[in-house]
T-cell receptor
Framework: GQQLNQSPQSMFIQEGEDVSMNCTSSSIFNTWLWYKQEPGEGPVLLIALYKAGELTSNGRLTAQFGITRKDSFLNISASIPSDVGIYFCAGPSGTYKYIFGTGTRLKVLA | NAGVTQTPKFRILKIGQSMTLQCTQDMNHNYMYWYRQDPGMGLKLIYYSVGAGITDKGEVPNGYNVSRSTTEDFPLRLELAAPSQTSVYFC???????????????FGPGTRLLVL
């Protein structure tokens, strides 16, 4: 079945550093979603991508829909302590469903 | 709007007990979903519904049942709780217009379930 692999699995970075993470799929997607989950909360959508090559920003976050349609990238610039959390990618699996990656756990050291 | 609400927030069950996890959304979304999230893992889809009266299995449906009698509510039922069902359960909803693209999934805060 479809799988989404995220890397890295976890990151420890200093406040102010830039962060890059990616997600790869075993099949082609026509939508990529990036979510953030804070401790004890449900995931919250950060960015949605609908077109190959698309580059979309949301504040300090920028996500790209890979040209091959099998990958996507999320960058966070000038990280701050509140960026801590788990970042998930997700893509459609069939008509009504989405599958989620295993997440990238981000910790920011002040 | 309250968005997606889930109750209870936390529950401990004994093996073999049953319970219902409640999920309600007030956004008039037609699609609703139940996921489970095991420690250190991503989200696995249990069941989903594309409208009142319509439900279907996701990736990990065994041991669970759902119903969708109204647009707002999508309860998840565990009939015979097992330790393997210890997890955090998230409900989500979204809106897909006829002939259009599904919009964002909104998640509830989760229900933490421990089966001993």
């Amino acid at each position: 079945g479809q799988q989404l692999n995220q890397s890295p699995q976890s990151m420890f970075i200093q406040e102010g550093e830039d962060v890059s993470m990616n997600c790869t799929s075993s099949s082609i997607f026509n939508t990529w979603l990036w979510y953030k989950q804070e401790p004890g909360e449900g995931p919250v959508l950060l960015i949605a991508l609908y077109k190959a090559g698309e580059l979309t920003s949301n504040g300090r976050l920028t996500a790209q829909f890979g040209i091959t349609r099998k990958d996507s990238f999320l960058n966070i610039s000038a990280s701050i302590p509140s960026d801590v959390g788990i970042y998930f990618c997700a893509g459609p699996s069939g008509t009504y469903k989405y599958i989620f990656g295993t997440g990238t756990r981000l910790k920011v050291l002040a | 709007n309250a968005g997606v609400t889930q109750t209870p927030k936390f529950r401990i069950l004994k093996i073999g007990q049953s319970m219902t996890l409640q999920c309600t959304q007030d956004m008039n979304h037609n699609y609703m979903y139940w996921y489970r999230q095991d420690p250190g893992m991503g989200l696995k889809l249990i069941y989903y519904s594309v409208g009142a009266g319509i439900t279907d299995k996701g990736e990990v449906p065994n041991g669970y049942n759902v119903s969708r009698s109204t647009t707002e509510d999508f309860p998840l039922r565990l009939e015979l709780a097992a330790p393997s069902q210890t997890s955090v359960y998230f409900c989500a909803s979204s809106y897909k217009p006829a002939g259009g693209q599904e919009e964002t999934q909104y998640f509830g805060p989760g229900t933490r379930l421990l089966v001993l």
